[in-house]
């Protein structure tokens, strides 16, 4: 697997409260993603980058936000988590070369908001 | 933008046999396609993808082909193992999604003995 973690694994959290996921990679690569997976729907992105500080919206980003410092980290953020966002998060990372769509997964974090 | 379309979403087979799986896209302009596989609590991995320069790659008992023309691609597993029980998906990127995958809704393959 390539060098990529995500934490917390598991959480369990309350309506309204804020959520943030942490994706860490040691591979260097430029490219990181936030994909949600739920039944039926196989992934769906939510937020990507390409770069440091550079982050684009993907198809499910409404109630999330993203934030990358630092090369290696990306952060999912949900301001205020609702039922709906009950779900396993995967990060993903890929090169910023011409293999830039090989996309490699993290362990995931499942999230269940109560 | 691009959407890819899985069939079947289960899949039944009996040990040594053939699954194949396939996928439709829209955009005329991708040009790449991924399988990657899940197995149960774990992530999803890249087990194999083509590139629209190409009509077929095998690696060993998978193979995927692509049809550019009528916009699918298929995943073919030769003599099932009960370890190829797993969730497949197929994506898509298109040129001017720049790096961004469309996912297939995902395969349920069980390998019976």
């Known amino acids: 697997d390539a060098g990529i973690t995500q934490s917390p694994r598991h959480k369990v959290t309350e309506t309204g409260t804020p959520v943030t996921l942490r994706c860490h990679q040691t591979?260097?690569?430029?490219?990181m993603y936030w994909y949600r997976q739920d039944p039926g729907h196989g992934l769906r992105l939510i937020h990507y980058s390409y770069g440091v500080k550079d982050t684009d919206k993907g198809e499910v980003s409404d109630g999330y936000s993203v934030s990358r410092s630092k090369t290696e980290d990306f952060l999912l953020t949900l301001e205020s988590a609702t039922s709906s966002q009950t779900s396993v998060y995967f990060c993903a990372i890929s090169e910023s070369d011409g293999r830039a769509s090989e996309q490699y997964f993290g362990p995931g974090t499942r999230l269940t908001v109560t | 933008g691009e959407n890819v379309e899985q069939h079947p979403s289960t899949l039944s087979v009996q040990e040594g046999d053939s699954a194949v799986i396939k996928c439709t896209y829209s955009?005329?302009?991708?040009?790449?396609f991924p399988w990657y596989k899940q197995e149960l609590g774990k992530r999803p991995q890249l087990i194999i993808d083509?590139?629209?320069?190409?009509g077929e790659k095998k690696d060993q008992r998978i193979a995927v082909t692509l049809n550019k023309t009528a916009k699918h691609f298929s995943l073919h597993i030769t003599e099932t193992q009960p370890e190829d029980s797993a969730v497949y998906f197929c994506a898509g990127r298109s040129t001017d999604s720049w790096g961004k995958l469309q996912f297939g809704a995902g395969t349920q393959v069980v390998v019976t003995p």
């Open positions: 591979e260097n690569h430029r490219y």
């Open positions: 083509i590139r629209s320069n190409v």
């Open positions: 955009d005329s302009a991708s040009n790449y």
